[in-house]
């Protein structure tokens, strides 16, 4: 390390690297080059800035960025430069390795910190939001006490603990009950570790559990539980606006105040309560927080005043409602379960109790508005299922040991003698007769019958009735708080239509002031119903649902293995959060299970749309690193499989240059690979195409296939010429064994216009194909294949159009990735013939050569798929006029072999006659440019014609291959005589001795598919069988 030389300092004030221009990175002094010795490392000089100045420089707004060793625009590691996920955030950004290497390039210190300079004044400071809303006062921020650990208490401590945990415990015994609590315990404190992990794996923006489970499964997912849950927390706030008003409702009787009847009553008292509540809620944030707060501190002095009133002595007034203090024989005696009534069964009460339990997601649905969400949510949420957990099973064994389950309530049933004969029930033992309720079952007091128990036993009864009000109102509350927030978050995301409107925040906190009334409507269509015991079985269903997700989001986070996935919290398993997925899940059909059916077939309807409207989010979902998992072991375990002739795929590359210019060669080859094997789309850019191609080319290109529904990989390779970029394409595509062994390619129709060189390059292609032991198709269009004319795009010179574009003013590529990108409509595909419903046309298939199969393989992969399903395939075979019967018998019983439904079978007997004279000379006149004509030269030109002119043909080669080439002028007559109205030829690729002339074999390509108005394929296979009549 250099030297460092710092000027005197505040005591413990870090160093500060000097600048020696205002703001600028920092630079090495000039003394710091003279008189040290050769091979010292060069001395920085550090001076200290003040803070107070540094801050009136940057206004508060950008901090120092300090440069690396390496050099001034090579900057350290940056908080701000990681936060580009963040909303409403102008995030810095590094400086590029372009920008890099130029700045080493350039070799001058001066220029290369006046672009630091310029990098870095012109980015902006970290951690500022919008600056419009700079004069706006900070959004309120909550520590992990208040803001998770008191919020989710008190949406626990719900109206059950108040009205129904007394009587769960009268149907299921003090065992039961506290089985009950402990295991609804377990589930929820499974969920609470998973929801941490997932919490402390990044940071939680907002929405809560929609946000961490969309960002855990994709938005498949995470957009069902959602809607589900957003629904599940209306629902939770109608079931305590409903306790509250039951409870009002008998405080109103007590004092002879009855509105219209009991039904009526809660109606009327809960659309008011939840009208005020939703007053509080718009109040915003900080009103809400303040409230909560308040009914916390009722609440323990509820509590308090409930466990100090059950060690009080029981007057009389009390003994005849049942209450007797402490007592053995009571508690013994409710230890065991007494089932009563169409409701008296374990899973029942389960039902009726979870509900008090699922108050613990409160914090993490408002993580927006937590000071540090990764810390406050795991330490909040477990503290807060501990603490309830504790008072639930203190309520539920203090409430069986000092009640009896059965009691009158009226005084005169005390038994004024000894005698307690045909007295029933626990209570004749300290003097009570209440044998005649007992056995009417008419009783209204006691453990079995009444909601009003906590308040019975308390010191004082009201403080209990201020109780249930704190947490019936505050568990309320905090639900109408937390479903708009979650179900905004998920209108911001856009998944479901209709829905955005309810996105708009209002307010420093962004408060989804749509959303509470929408949350208020909900709620009030649930109170009407002011049944609590119905409200419940449906809201346990809701919750389940969402925490089973939950578990199985972190179960699923933790089994990909993904590197991403590297939560703060550690004190999780993944085994237990797939135990709480599937406790869950089972929970739900125990409990309700047609509720449970109806929430599946609801969550299926939902991720069914999502799944189908593929929404333009990239989460970094857990579900695409599994799929990656999975990729990655399947491709090494096909790795060991040998090849097997059943098993042959034609895996093919085609070499298609940019994709949407060439749509035709796309959909043929789509046609035959698609869900059946490999498909590539090879663009070989050349260095001169390269400077003028947009960054996103290759994403926007990806997309263009994936409108088109084409399902293929895509590979740009830079390269000098198209030979070479072939070849290494060939040799390095693919994975193992999914690697091409079929090259595709477009026929060369301009090939009479090209340039001797790109002729040679096309057809050293073809050759090195060959060479390779690789399959080949080359297709031709009547009309050619590039579609330049409707795509305003850059030409590949690797792949020349047909025609020249009119248009030499072309539009720019970052234009067209624009339009591409931006328009989810089908502006930019062109429909071609393979896309058109084929009906009974004929697909033509001339196997003049036995390649292995490939001739035969392709047409019948092609008759697979519905457009092309009825057309009739033709197979024409060369033969004699003797044997004619014979040979068509042989391919028939070949055909049939290969199980291939091919019955119409042609023996062509004339495909040795001499082509039409013709034919003949417009062959010789296709290819009368490339011939040398060296016998009407002599030897000292004919030298040089060879030596300047090495790619022509000599006289001799023509004359050499005259008989072959007669063959394929007759061959095209016999194909445009038979084949003019097929839907699609396919003719076995003539393979070329290796000294035929490049030219030459191109004419012979022309000569084969010249005059035809259907596409035709040449193609090839590798001499090896792909079809096999053998099972084995």
Known sequence: MGQFSSRLRPPGAPPRVHFTVDEGPPRYSSHTFDGRRHGDPPTITVSEIDANSLSERRGSRMELRRASFYSTMDLTPQLEHYAS????????????????????????????????????????????????????????????????????????WGVIMFLRLSWITSQAGIL???????????????????????????????????????????????????????????????????????????????????????????????????????????????????????????????????????????????????VFSYQTDIFVTNLTPDWRGPEGNFFQMFAIFFPSATGILSGVN??????????????????????????????????????VRDASGNLTDFITGNSTDGCVGLACNYGWNFTECI??????????????????????????????????????????????????????????????????????????LRAYILCFVISIAFILIAELNTIAALISNFFLCSYGLINFSCFHASITNSPGWRPAFHYYSKWT??????ISIVLMFLFTWWAALVTFGIIFFLFGYVNYNKPKVNWGSSFQAGTYNMALSYSVSLSGVEDHVK?????????????????????????????????????????????????????????????????????????DSLRAGAS?????????????????????????????????????????????????????????????????????????????????????????????????????????????????????????????????????????????????????????????????SEM?????????DFNDVIVMTDSEKRPQPKNLNRFVESVAPFRLNDEQQDSVSLHELRQNYPWKISDKEFEAFKQKSERKVRLNEIIRKNSQHAALVLVSLPVPQSDCPSALYMAWLDALTCGLHCPTVLIRGNQQNVLTFYCQ
Not at 799 to 814: I, V
Request: proline share 5%; glycine share 8%.
């Open 366 to 403: 408002i993580c927006g508005d937590l000071r540090d969400p990764m810390s406050a949510i795991p330490k909040g949420t477990l503290m807060a299922i501990l603490l309830t957990t504790l008072s639930y099973l203190i309520i539920a064994v203090t409430s069986a040991a000092c009640t």
């Open 439 to 512: 056995q009417s079952q008419s009783c209204e007091y006691g453990l079995a019958n009444t909601s009003k128990l906590l308040g019975q036993l308390s010191g004082f009864y009201y403080l209990i009735t201020a109780g249930v009000f704190a947490a019936s109102l505050s568990s309320a509350l905090g639900f109408l708080v937390s479903a708009p927030k979650v179900f905004q978050c998920l209108c911001k995301d856009n998944l479901y239509p209709y829905i955005g409107v309810f996105a708009k925040g209002y307010g420093k906190n962004k408060e989804p």
């Open 85 to 156: 996920s963040l909303p409403r955030q102008q995030v810095r950004s590094r400086p590029s390795l372009e920008a890099l290497r130029k700045a080493y390039e350039d070799g001058e210190l001066g220029i290369e910190t006046a672009s630091a300079q310029v990098d870095m004044d012109s980015l902006p400071p970290p951690d500022v939001e919008n600056p419009d809303d700079s004069n706006e006062t900070a959004p309120v921020r909550f520590g992990w006490i208040v803001g998770v650990m008191v919020r989710c208490m008190l949406n626990i």
């Open 892 to 900: 028939l019983a070949l055909l049939k072999r290969f199980r291939l």
């Open 577 to 582: 959060a797939l135990f709480g997925a599937v």
């Open 647 to 719: 098993n042959f795929r034609p895996q093919c590359l085609v070499l298609t240059g940019p994709p949407n210019q060439r749509p035709a060669l796309v959909d043929f080859v789509g046609l035959f690979t698609k869900q059946i094997s490999l498909m590539i789309c090879g663009d070989i850019v050349m260095e001169q195409d390269k400077k003028n191609r947009a960054p996103n080319t290759a994403d926007w290109l990806v997309k263009w296939m994936n409108r088109r529904k084409v399902r293929s990989f895509y590979t740009p390779f830079n390269s």
């Open 728 to 888: 290494y394409l060939l040799q390095a595509s693919g994975l193992g064994k999914l690697k091409p062994n079929t090259l595709v390619l477009g026929f060369k129709s301009n090939w009479r216009e090209s340039s001797p060189e790109t002729i040679d390059d096309y057809i050293n292609t073809i050759y090195d194909t060959f060479d390779s032991n690789y399959c080949l198709c080359i297709l031709r269009m009547m009309d050619g294949q590039d579609v330049l004319d409707q795509f305003d795009s850059e030409v590949n010179s690797g792949f020349e159009p047909d025609e020249t574009p009119e248009n030499e003013d072309q539009q720019s590529p970052e234009r067209d990735s624009e339009d591409d990108v931006s328009d989810g409509g089908s502006n930019d595909q062109v429909k071609t013939l393979f896309q058109n419903d084929q009906g009974k046309k004929t697909i033509d298939v001339y196997w003049i050569a036995d390649d292995g199969g490939l001739t035969l393989l392709v047409p019948y992969l092609l008759t697979r798929r519905k457009r092309w399903r009825r057309s009739k395939v033709r197979v024409f075979i060369v033969g004699d006029q003797q044997n004619m019967v014979d040979g068509r």
């Open 176 to 322: 039961l009950t506290w089985l009950i609590i402990l295991m609804s315990s377990v589930v929820t404190t499974v969920t609470a570790l998973s929801v941490s992990a997932i919490a402390t794996n990044g940071r939680v923006i907002s929405g809560g559990t929609y946000f961490m489970i969309s960002r855990s499964l994709g938005p498949e997912i995470g957009g069902p539980i959602g809607v589900v849950f957003s629904f599940a927390n209306a629902l939770a706030c109608a079931l305590n606006t409903v306790g509250f008003a039951e409870v009002v409702r008998d405080l109103l009787k007590d004092f002879d105040a009855q509105m219209v009847d009991d039904i009526n009553d809660v109606r009327i008292i809960g659309v008011v309560t939840v009208s005020v509540l939703l007053l509080i809620s718009l109040a915003g944030m900080e009103w809400e927080s303040k409230a909560q707060i308040m009914f916390f501190i009722v609440l323990l002095v509820s509590f308090s005043n409930y466990i100090v009133g059950t060690f009080m002595p029981s007057p009389k007034h009390k003994q005849a409602v049942g």
